[in-house]
Structures are given as structure tokens and as C-alpha cells.
């Protein structure tokens, strides 16, 4: 294909020439779906149309890559602020992404940091006699300046069997109360878990803010974020055509408690479904939920905008 063909698409996330495949590092996306393991479409989605009022991506990992290509952080954050997506927060997931997480916010404004032990990483790690050291490791970072938010951590029933429950509690529980000591925001990654996490954040100590980050529940866990005060980040998956009850609770969800996010390179919008997600992709999500909820998008965008800066401050 010529460069021509590819126009639309940021120019960080066009292919790289045949036979290059440099990687920023190893944490690369499978280049299979996860049912059936056929192969997906790795190229990158065409710039969306911008936004008419700026908003900021609230969880994204730009340190974890799709395909053959090696996007920079400052492509990335191009490619973004081009269609009104004016900066983002990177989510760390173990103690090395974390690490990253904060020298990425360090060396960028538009950058904001947030650290935790994944989950599946907890129970993982649970088991080798290791979580401990890895929690004190993630508490030591908690005190930089750019850490905003302490997560993703939760529960994850769909990769972790019973054997790893326990853990995943434990785990919960302490980033939690880090979030509390730092005064940072907590992002929730809850799968698969809907009761057990809300027994957990009924019955703990919790931060000001709390995020359900990629929500998945339905109208009831809605009406429960609603009657807390807890936040709900949405992602692609709300715009995909059988998520009938997550966009109930779209439409239910107070508007003061809505963020957007990409969770990229993962759950990339309807009509993209499978393909590299990045943050410049937000745009097609935020008119989704504009539209669902019957709002002005230039409003909505607002509405968004302020949400954040509540959660997470000033960039």
C-alpha cells in the first residue's frame, strides 16, 4: 500500500516498513483474538473527527503495544491532543509498569501517573511469596507528586480461579488503604466480581474518589455507584451493539460521575471492535455516550472534563 492510503491514521501509529518490527518493549498485545484464535486486523483505526471540547483519556497503558509498532509517548499524545483528547492517565498494572507510569508523567505534563498490582498479578504473585514486596514496592511510589490514582486493583473472578480469591481481597484492601494514606483516587478493575467488590468497598476505609474503571455492570450497580458517589469510566465496550444493559446504565449513571477511557490498546469502539486501540481513539466513545444520554457533545465534553479534574486534578 502507498503513504497515501494510510493518511488518516496518525502518523506514529502507521505500519512501520516491512521487515521492521522494533518494539518499546515486551508487552505486546497477542496479534490473535482471544475466542477462536483467528488473526485480527492490527492496523490502526483512522483519526476520529475532533472533539469540540477537550477531555482526558482516564486509563490507558501506553507501555503496552499492539502489532509491530513502536509508538513514542510523545506520538501518542499527539496523535491524542489532535482530535481534542488533551491528556491521559497511565495505569500501571505491576511494579515495572508503575515505575513507568511515573517517569512517564514525570517527563510529560499531559501525563498522569496511577500504580497498583494487577488483580491476576496479585494472585499470582500470592502464590510465589511475593505480593507483599510488590505492594511495599507500589506504596513507595505512591508518594511522587504525578501519582493521582492507586489502581487498577480489584477482583477478577474471570482469569483467577477461587485459589486466588482470597489474594485479590487482600491485595484490594491494601491498595486501598494506600490510596487512603497518599489521598489519591482509587481505579477499580472489577470482573466478573460485581458483589464482592462492592461487599469490599462497603465494608473498607476508602479515598475521596473512588472509579470503577471500565465499567461492566448494569442498571443495579449503576444506582449503586449513584447512592456512593463512585465514579464510572466507560469504555469501548459500551458502544458495542450487544452491550444492552451496559448502556442502560450509561444512560442511568448520574452525570457527575461519568469519565471516559480507551483501557488501550484494549476494547477499542464499535465499528473497530478487535483492533489496536490508542487515546486519540476516545472521541468515537465520548459521542457514543453523548448521544446515548441525548446530550450536546460540546456540553458532555464538559461534563466529562470537569468530572476528571475532580478525580484526578490539574494535569
Known amino acids: 500500500m502507498s503513504d497515501s492510503d494510510f493518511s488518516a491514521i496518525p502518523e506514529g501509529y502507521r505500519p ?69 483528547v488533551e491528556g491521559l492517565i497511565q495505569v500501571g498494572c505491576d511494579v515495572e509498569s508503575s515505575r513507568f507510569a511515573v517517569q512517564a508523567a514525570k517527563e510529560y505534563p499531559n501525563v498522569l501517573a496511577a500504580i497498583a498490582i494487577h488483580p491476576n498479578d496479585a494472585a499470582r504473585l500470592a502464590e510465589a511469596g511475593e505480593l507483599q514486596t510488590a505492594i511495599e514496592q507500589i506504596e513507595a511510589l505512591a508518594s511522587e507528586e504525578r501519582v493521582r490514582a492507586i489502581g487498577e486493583t480489584g477482583l477478577d473472578y474471570f482469569r483467577t480461579g477461587e485459589e486466588g480469591h482470597q489474594a485479590q481481597e487482600d491485595s484490594f484492601r491494601e491498595h486501598l488503604r494506600i490510596a487512603v494514606e497518599h489521598g489519591n483516587a482509587v481505579q477499580i478493575h472489577d470482573r466478573d466480581a460485581h458483589s464482592d467488590v462492592v461487599r469490599v468497598l462497603k465494608d473498607a476505609v476508602l479515598p475521596e474518589r473512588v472509579v470503577f474503571h471500565c465499567f461492566s455492570g448494569d442498571a443495579e450497580l449503576a444506582r449503586i455507584c449513584n447512592d456512593n458517589g463512585w465514579y464510572m469510566s466507560f469504555s469501548g465496550t459500551v458502544t458495542f451493539k450487544n452491550s444492552i444493559d451496559l448502556q442502560e446504565a450509561l444512560r442511568l449513571a448520574d452525570p457527575q460521575l461519568l469519565l471516559v477511557e480507551t483501557d488501550a490498546p484494549f476494547l477499542t469502539p464499535h465499528p473497530f471492535r478487535g483492533r489496536p486501540n490508542a487515546s486519540y481513539m476516545i472521541p468515537y466513545t465520548t459521542r457514543f455516550m453523548a448521544e446515548a444520554r441525548a446530550m450536546d457533545l460540546a456540553q458532555f465534553c464538559e461534563q466529562i472534563s470537569q468530572n476528571t479534574g475532580a478525580v484526578y486534578g490539574e494535569l
Do not use: C, M, W
Open 16 to 84: 512501520l516498513p516491512e521487515g521492521d518490527s522494533t518494539l518499546l518493549n515486551d508487552r505486546t498485545r497477542s496479534p490473535k483474538n482471544e475466542k477462536g484464535g483467528n488473526k485480527r486486523n492490527t492496523r490502526y483505526p483512522d483519526a476520529p473527527e475532533p472533539l469540540p471540547f477537550p477531555v482526558i483519556d482516564n486509563h490507558t497503558h501506553l507501555d503496552f503495544r499492539d502489532g509491530s509498532l513502536n509508538v513514542t509517548v510523545q506520538q501518542a499524545l499527539d496523535a491524542a491532543a489532535a482530535v481534542g
